[in-house]
């Protein structure tokens, strides 16, 4: 998998593939960074069910500030840190080896914020909406969320003070953009 953006374009990411694991089609993950072009720059961004990392990796290709990366299963996360070890961006960003819930908790212990959420669970169950909801505590003024999940699956038009900004379909994927007020 190649980052497709950004000052680390035309790079490699090693990853294992799995039947379980859905990395986000190269296409899909065009769309959704030209769709935030001007945004990325400058803000720290959380990769949610992580899975091969490669939005995070592509926000930090684009500019982000810093990236934490939450991926449960313990060989993916470690394959995320090889990653970042391998192309030197260790120092930017962290990964948590945790669920996804239990991680946005701890993290907003720890006051931690965000300007850009990606979020991308299995298709088809409710932790894709319990972590935007979650995600709230930890969004910055004017955060923007990126929620994927399957096309058929309903996305509200507002969670815990995201917006939806709007909703795109490629494939079998359906990518909504939440807004968060600028208080």
Same mark, same amino acid.
């Given at each position: 998998?190649?980052?497709?953006?950004?000052?680390?374009?035309?790079?490699?990411?090693?990853?294992?593939?799995?039947?379980?694991?859905?990395?986000?089609?190269?296409?899909?993950?065009?769309?959704?960074?030209?769709?935030?072009?001007?945004?990325?720059?400058?803000?720290?961004?959380?990769?949610? $069910?992580?899975?091969?990392?490669?939005? *995070?990796?592509? @926000? =930090?290709?684009?500019? &982000?500030?810093? #990236?934490?990366?939450? +991926?449960?299963?313990?060989?993916?996360?470690?394959?995320?840190?090889?990653?970042?070890?391998?192309?030197?961006?260790?120092?930017?960003?962290?990964?948590?080896?945790?669920?996804?819930?239990?991680?946005?908790?701890?993290?907003?212990?720890?006051?931690?914020?965000?300007?850009?959420? $990606?979020?991308?669970?299995?298709?088809? *169950?409710?932790? @894709? =909406?319990?972590?935007? &909801?979650?995600? #709230?505590?930890?969004? +910055?003024?004017?955060?923007?969320?990126?929620?994927?999940?399957?096309?058929?699956?309903?996305?509200?038009?507002?969670?815990?003070?995201?917006?939806?900004?709007?909703?795109?379909?490629?494939?079998?994927?359906?990518?909504?953009?939440?807004?968060?007020?600028?208080?």
């Amino acid at each position: 998998m190649k980052i497709l953006t950004g000052e680390l374009r035309g790079r490699t990411l090693a990853f294992q593939p799995h039947p379980d694991l859905r990395p986000t089609a190269d296409k899909v993950r065009q769309a959704i960074f030209n769709a935030l072009a001007g945004v990325v720059e400058g803000r720290a961004v959380l990769d949610i $069910f992580a899975g091969t990392g490669a939005m *995070g990796f592509e @926000a =930090l290709s684009g500019g &982000a500030t810093r #990236a934490v990366f939450v +991926e449960r299963d313990a060989a993916r996360a470690k394959r995320i840190q090889q990653n970042l070890d391998a192309l030197d961006l260790d120092g930017r960003a962290d990964v948590k080896r945790q669920d996804a819930l239990a991680a946005l908790e701890g993290l907003g212990v720890s006051g931690e914020t965000f300007g850009l959420f $990606f979020i991308d669970p299995p298709y088809g *169950g409710e932790d @894709a =909406l319990a972590a935007l &909801a979650a995600s #709230a505590q930890l969004a +910055e003024p004017g955060a923007i969320a990126v929620l994927e999940c399957g096309k058929r699956e309903d996305v509200p038009e507002e969670a815990a003070g995201f917006r939806l900004l709007k909703e795109k379909k490629y494939g079998g994927t359906r990518v909504a953009f939440y807004g968060y007020p600028q208080r």
